[in-house]
């Protein structure tokens, strides 16, 4: 058994504004952080419109497709841009966390990592927001629900920035677990502990600062022993590596060792409960040098623990 790598080149034709920092060169620092290490490299397919559909409305898709430019950029908002390349790589990132799903499920694979972008996690049902236009992760759960007949996936999103749009598509369905460790006060501004959806969702708020020991805390008294008592089938982790202590975007102070931790706690979990079943995708992540290290200390836990 291995680790999945699933990637494509048009993730790369998502061209933002000059010195916007969800920017293609992030692709090349992850892509270039994994090179030689014993990875099946899979190219990410077009996401399915059910796939997409059990997750956004028809109009939110209408609305992404009517927006795409075919020359120049266009803006959804302050933070979330479109090139001619941008609808394709944002259905290459959903299908990428599907065919994720299906590798690990169908025992191809024993684990995956989407190096994909544009990221998913702030996409709400109907709204792109914050460098995202479809919810990635949630596109993957509800496939490994309603395709594969699971009837328990968690998410696990330590990205810094809250995963509002990751919760706005699950807190009414029961079947899948929300937990969200984040910097707060901080953008979207949601993620307080009192939204907890249909009990289904755990948000963490952390103050800026937050560094190695008080996440390790949190994460071992909180957020594993929820994902524990949840029993997934499926773990799907939304891995952003923005709060590491070099962003530039954010305020909190893990090291790559900690990023390498988190990863072999949820390894164990998994192990626990679903063979070992752990999908990762893309999302944050701003220092490159950072987000290279980092993802590639969470990829060789995959690595290593796929084995
Ligand atoms: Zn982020």
Redesign the pocket.
């Known amino acids: 058994m291995t680790t999945a790598l699933i990637t494509h080149s048009a993730c790369y034709d998502h061209v933002t504004p000059q010195g916007h920092p969800e920017q293609v060169a992030r692709l090349d620092a992850v892509l270039g952080a994994l090179e030689g290490m014993d990875l099946q490299r899979v190219n990410a397919p077009l996401v399915a419109d059910d796939d997409l559909l059990r997750v956004h409305p028809q109009a939110h898709i209408d609305a992404v497709r009517a927006a795409a430019p075919s020359e120049g950029r266009r803006s959804l908002d302050a933070d979330t841009h479109m090139s001619v390349g941008t609808l394709t790589a944002a259905y290459r990132a959903a299908g990428g966390v599907v065919r994720a799903v299906d590798m690990v499920m169908g025992g191809e694979v024993a684990n995956a990592f989407a190096a994909v972008r544009p990221?998913g996690?702030?996409a709400e049902r109907q709204t792109a927001m914050?460098?995202c236009f479809f919810g990635n992760v949630v596109v993957g759960a509800k496939h490994a629900l309603d395709h594969h007949g699971l009837e328990r996936v968690a998410i696990v999103d330590f990205?810094?920035?809250h995963g509002n749009g990751t919760q706005d598509l699950v807190e009414d369905d029961p079947r899948i677990l929300f937990c969200s460790t984040?910097q707060s006060p901080l953008?979207p501004g949601t993620g307080a502990a009192h939204e907890v959806g249909v009990d289904n969702v755990l948000n963490v708020p952390l103050p800026e600062g937050t560094g190695s020991k008080a996440f390790r805390d949190v994460m071992e008294r909180v957020v594993l022993p929820r994902v524990d008592e949840f029993a997934p089938q499926l773990l799907i982790i939304s891995a952003?590596f923005?709060?590491h202590m070099a962003?530039p975007?954010?305020g909190m102070n893990l090291t790559t060792a900690d990023f390498a931790w988190v990863t072999e706690k949820l390894c164990d979990l998994a192990d626990r409960h679903c063979n070992g079943r752990v999908v990762s995708s893309l999302?944050?992540?701003?220092d490159l040098e950072a987000l290279g290290a980092s993802a590639a200390a969470h990829v060789k836990v995959l690595e290593e623990r796929g084995r």
Not at 283 to 286: A, D, F, H, I, N
């Open positions: 990221p996690h702030h914050g460098f990205d810094v920035h984040h953008y952003g923005d709060a962003d975007l954010a999302e944050g992540g701003y």
